[in-house]
């Protein structure tokens, strides 16, 4: 008898991309994390071209995952937790349209249930949510540096000031979803 795994794609952003693939790399089932852009105009983005508004890009991360394993409702739940969705283009001192909220959805299931996590996140936000639900075009991964960043970069302050307290409160209200490392 063949294994078969039921493995989804979503790409989401939330601010800086570090941060969302610092903590969906650490979950159980998650095959792969790749940050880079979605959601602007101009082929083959370039960070540094993102980085400055004028691409129309936001930072994003494309998560596959299993769902025999983990639930596409612990993915988007946590997603609402670990960004402020109610910040028009800015995550901290992150601003710009490159930093907004955004979910990008390839059909009508996902819209689906991009949209439902939207309806549970509201109970947990004082000010609307201004997270965008659009079609998703095209993903084009960032450059190797921005793969995997916050493990590769211990030491940045960025990393110790901004995304470690994140991985805490992100563990913290999904431990039995996180892998032992």
């Known amino acids: 008898m063949a294994y078969t795994r039921d493995m989804t794609t979503y790409v989401l952003a939330g601010g ?11 979950l159980r089932g998650v095959e792969s994390v790749v940050s880079g852009y979605a959601g602007g105009t101009g082929a083959h983005p370039t ?8 691409t129309g890009h936001a930072e994003a991360v494309q998560i596959t995952f299993d769902e025999t394993v983990i639930s596409r409702e612990v993915i988007l739940d946590l997603f609402f937790l670990i960004h402020d969705p109610t910040t028009l283009n800015r995550q901290g001192n992150d601003v710009g ?9 390839v059909d009508e ?3 689906t249930a991009f949209a439902a996590a939207m ?7 004082d000010g609307p949510l201004v997270t965008e639900l659009v079609p998703l075009e095209t993903f084009w991964p ?3 540096e921005h ?4 493990n590769k970069n211990p030491g940045n302050g960025y990393c110790s000031i901004v995304i470690a307290p994140k991985i805490v409160k992100a563990r913290s209200a999904y431990t039995q979803w996180f892998k032992e490392n």
């Not at 960070?47 to 004028?54: E, L």
Request: aromatic share 24%.
């Open 147 to 150: 793969q995997d960043y916050f």
């Open 97 to 105: 349209t490159q930093y907004r909220s955004a979910m990008f959805y």
């Open 16 to 26: 800086c991309f570090w941060c969302l693939d610092a903590i969906y790399r650490r």
């Open 47 to 54: 960070y540094y071209q993102v980085a400055t508004g004028d």
């Open 119 to 125: 309806e549970r996140a509201t109970a947990h936000w």
């Open 109 to 111: 299931v996902q819209h």
């Open 142 to 144: 960032a450059e190797d």
